[in-house]
């Protein structure tokens, strides 16, 4: 609601000032620092001054006094040199926000183009840790933000099944542990396998490690798998495909969905690759490297390896600092003939894009427990019934921003290629990585090398086996949320305490997740975590456990206030009593803030759609619940004596309890019914 009026304002104050002064100015709206100034303040004045050649209060004092009223406003004052300060009709505000709680922006699926959201994206050699589960939290959450305010959204998981790490674990299996094709099909069908692999594939990077000629074992076996040949490419799909199921489960636990799982054999088996290279040879976008280092293999030509810097004393030479990784990238096919992942995600952006002239086909994968079904990338035929996949305008990668570079290289690829308006609509939605806080490291038995002790935190490695796999951390935390559950609700039958617990534990693990900014390395530690105080989704899921309860209390007290609030919105709406007495500045100042508070849902959902940062999100949710638990100790709502004032105190909660439910299920959180 307050993103609304402050759109009209901005509407209004653009119309008036092109009616009125013949000219166009920049209309900027801002938050004024206390509430007496109102509730949204605009300096254009000063601005409009400059062109007019008058004082800036003058100015003000004139549009104050000629604009037209303005629907949810109740005034329009002029402040300091000249900012026009406009305070909104309180009760107006109340009505609108009431009557629009738990409301989308826009109806889910009503826009016309599609947006593509890929997240997850494990590597299927091992089993998820908390680092991957971030990327999924985020992915997951942005997705359903972008519903809400009305984008057609489309979310895909990318599985890297051709790849080195995949090879590494397939050598594991025929070099380590000696194991057929048979055997290592029976395994994958026990429970754990993931858990077995992530084992292996620590082995295996010490295997390779002992001897860098045993590296030759690796590019035979990756050749093998990228071709698909023979048993070694059959290991590979029985492990990758396990491992995925493996990763689903895991992610069902968290409640989060996908609806194409694109696998990168399709992209080699479908001959994408093959299209996408003759169209980038075509085009001059790669070249072949006739002598150097890369001699031998198809290389992109970046448009920042061209430009000459401004004083070229200053220039640093090209490789001697260049990342190792960063060199890989630009290489588009290897001496060898093997793609390296940016040639084959080029391929997969064009795609992604509708760009590529073929399509996969594509069969049902998995079922997620909300009936949701995920589809999987296919060489075969259609299973009946497919959705029709990719043909996005908008792409969010959100992918670490250690893979910046790579990033940069597929969209310098399609650029290269023509695709100039695509490139501009594909975004990383970069994150910063998941740590260890020393104590964690230490409680799990991982040295902490030296440079990570002055650092205050230890990396993750998923090579080195380091890492709190993410099994392991739901499991803790609903042994944790349990033991709580039973304590306080020992009456409760097993299924519902099970349930209960479940839903703390995933609130506690997502909220955590979510509350830092994408920047943020994330150090994590299994008691800051585990915390069901403070700025955390339990604190945030108990308010609405305790918004529920007075709900109840108050229907009891009179059945026309619904707990749901549906009947105590329409009471409200048939107008039988006035609220604006409730609203008087200033002594019931403390009860507008939070209704604005509560009204401000929106912007804050758009702010997080325009900064890509979904912890605005998470921020509301703990500010709206802090907000409401100070005011749950100020008012006794249920033994209120005045009638008029413990219904509006009923209606005020009603709405907290909409927005709060609103921004958890943004998140992926639910409260549950007892705590």
């Known amino acids: 609601m307050y993103k609304a009026v402050e759109e009209r304002i901005r509407k209004a104050l653009r119309h008036h000032i092109h009616e009125r002064y013949k000219t166009d100015v920049p209309v900027v709206t801002e938050r004024p620092p206390k509430l007496a100034m109102g509730e949204v303040a605009s300096p254009l004045c000063f601005e409009l001054a400059k062109r007019l050649k008058k004082p800036p209060r003058a100015l003000a004092q004139e549009i104050a006094n000629s604009l037209k009223p303005i629907a949810g406003l109740a005034r329009v004052e002029v402040a300091g040199g000249g900012y026009l300060n406009f305070f909104f009709d309180r009760a107006a505000f109340f009505r609108s926000a009431s009557e629009q709680a738990g409301h989308e922006s826009v109806a889910a699926g009503a826009a016309a183009t599609k947006t593509v959201v890929e997240h997850t994206s494990i590597n299927p050699n091992k089993a998820a840790h908390i680092g991957h589960v971030r990327n999924a939290v985020l992915g997951d959450t942005f997705a359903r933000v972008l519903r809400h305010v009305g984008r057609r959204v489309e979310v895909q998981n990318y599985i890297d099944n051709t790849g080195v790490q995949v090879a590494d674990v397939v050598l594991g299996f025929l070099h380590l542990e000696k194991k057929s094709l048979d055997e290592v099909r029976a395994l994958a069908a026990v429970p754990k396998f993931d858990y077995l692999c992530w084992d292996l594939y620590t082995r295996v990077t010490h295997f390779l490690e002992e001897d860098k000629s045993r590296l030759a074992l690796r590019g035979e076996t990756l050749k093998e798998i990228e071709e698909g040949r023979g048993d070694v490419a059959k290991m590979a799909e029985v492990i990758s495909t396990a491992i995925v199921k493996c990763h689903l489960r895991t992610l069902d636990r968290l409640g989060i969905d996908y609806d194409l799982l694109s696998r990168e054999s399709e992209i080699l088996h479908l001959k994408f690759w093959d299209a996408a290279f003759e169209m980038m040879k075509r085009r ?8 150097g280092k890369n001699a031998g293999c198809w290389v992109m030509e970046l448009p920042s390896d061209r430009e000459e810097p401004e004083d070229a004393a200053e220039a640093a030479p090209e490789t001697a600092e260049e990342p190792p990784e960063e060199a890989e990238a630009k290489i588009i096919v290897r001496s060898n003939g093997t793609v390296t992942y940016v040639g084959k995600d080029i391929a997969h952006h064009l795609w992604k894009f509708g760009l590529l002239a073929r399509d996969f086909h594509y069969r049902r994968f998995h079922r997620h427990p909300d009936g949701h079904e995920a589809w999987v990338t296919s060489s075969d035929k259609d299973d009946p019934g497919a959705p029709s996949f990719g043909h996005a305008h908008e792409v969010f990668n959100v992918i670490d921003s250690r893979q910046a570079y790579p990033q940069r290289v597929v969209v310098a690829g399609l650029r290269g290629l023509g695709y100039v308006e695509e490139a501009d609509h594909l975004k990383h939605f970069a994150y910063n990585v998941v740590a260890l806080t020393p104590r964690c490291a230490q409680e799990m038995g991982y040295e902490i090398p030296a440079e990570d002790a002055k650092k205050g935190y230890v990396d993750v490695s998923g090579r080195k086996g380091q890492g709190v796999k993410a099994d392991d951390l739901l499991d803790r935390l609903e042994t ?18 099970a349930a209960i617990a479940h839903a703390i534990a995933i609130g506690a693990l997502r909220f955590f997740l979510l509350r830092f900014t994408r920047s943020t390395v994330i150090a994590f530690d299994f008691a800051d975590a585990l ?11 108990y308010a609405v456990v305790r918004i529920n309860g007075i709900l109840r209390k108050g229907a009891e007290a009179d059945p026309g206030m619904a707990a749901a609030g549906a009947a105590s919105l329409a009471r409200l709406k048939g107008g039988e009593f006035d609220v604006s007495r409730f609203l008087a500045p200033p002594e019931c100042d403390d009860l507008w803030e939070i209704i604005l508070l509560a009204g401000s849902l929106g912007a804050r959902v758009e702010l997080a759609v325009a900064a890509q940062e979904p912890a605005f999100v998470a921020r509301f949710a703990f500010e709206l619940a802090q907000a409401f638990n100070a005011f749950y100790h100020k008012h006794h709502i249920v033994s209120e004596k005045d009638a008029e004032k413990q219904a509006f105190l009923l209606l005020l909660t009603a709405l907290v309890r909409e927005q709060l439910v609103t921004a958890l299920a943004l998140m992926g959180i639910t409260a549950p019914e007892k705590m």
């Open 531 to 541: 915390s069901f105080e403070g700025e955390t989704g339990p604190y945030v899921q």
């Open 284 to 291: 001059g976008t790669i070249q072949l490297a006739a002598e």
């Open 480 to 497: 944790n949320a349990r033991a709580e559950v039973d304590a306080r609700h020992g009456e409760e039958p097993e299924a519902a305490r």
